[in-house]
């Protein structure tokens, strides 16, 4: 099965701990991308990657991180720099960034909340 | 930045009955989808659609770039079409691909 997936679909995190979400896919696509979605809004880009061991900030990037090691992974760390870090985390990918070819899918999420 | 704006914000159907959705918005784009958000959070692809008009089932869209505007039309409604429909566009010319979201329809069908 191709797709998007996504681990843990719950975490639950302390002040003051970091945190990592996973996102993986077998698409084969080159683009990745992290949105965070608050409740009754839309989804905002916090990183996206075009290409392995690249990536750029999205709109609201403060007090997270990622990496591109390899083309199938991008996993998100929350740090504790976040002020607001509790909402619903959702990975998205596409054949390419930009274009015709930026159709995206997007996995199941994460819901993080901080206790 | 580009404005995505999404109409009505909220909808009650019966069920059976027909709906259209719509997103304005405030720039040219090179990408345009709808999703179906589920009530488990998941975003469900419906139609990639720049422009142009496409169908699915009960379900179609119709792109006007040159206007602005996007339709979702949802035909002879069921309960497990409730949830939430997003409307996002890209950042025309713009490298990062990234998509912008409308704050979305929620959509309630009552048996």
């Known amino acids: 099965d191709g797709g998007i997936t996504q681990s843990p679909k719950y975490l639950f995190r302390k002040e003051g701990q970091n945190v990592t979400l996973s996102c993986e896919q077998n698409?084969?696509?080159?683009?990745m991308y992290w949105y965070r979605q608050d409740p009754g809004q839309g989804l905002r880009l916090i990183y996206y990657?075009?290409?392995?061991?690249?990536?750029q900030k999205g709109d609201i990037a403060e007090g997270y991180s990622v990496s591109r090691e390899k083309k199938e992974s991008f996993p998100l760390t929350v740090t504790s720099a976040q002020k607001n870090p509790t909402a619903f985390y959702l990975c998205?990918?596409?054949?390419?960034?930009?274009?015709?070819?930026?159709?995206?899918?997007f996995g199941p999420g994460t819901r993080l909340t901080v206790l | 930045g580009i404005q995505v704006e999404q109409s009505p914000p909220d909808l009650i159907l019966q069920e059976g009955a027909n709906s259209t959705l719509r997103c304005n918005f405030s720039?040219?784009?090179?990408?345009l989808q709808w999703f179906h958000q589920n009530p488990w959070g998941q975003l469900i692809n419906l139609f990639y659609?720049?422009?142009g008009t496409k169908q699915n089932g009960r379900l179609s869209a119709t792109t006007v770039a040159t206007e602005r505007y996007s339709l979702l039309y949802i035909s002879s409604s069921q309960t497990t079409d409730s949830g939430v429909y997003f409307c996002?566009?890209?950042?025309?010319?713009?490298?990062?691909?990234?998509?912008?979201f409308g704050k979305g329809t929620k959509l309630s069908v009552k048996p």
């Open positions: 998205a990918s596409s054949i390419a960034a930009g274009g015709p070819y930026n159709e995206q899918f």
């Open positions: 698409l084969n696509h080159d683009a």
């Open positions: 990657s075009q290409i392995v061991n690249d990536f």
């Open positions: 720039d040219s784009v090179n990408n």
């Open positions: 659609i720049p422009s």
């Open positions: 996002a566009v890209d950042n025309y010319g713009g490298s990062q691909g990234n998509l912008i």
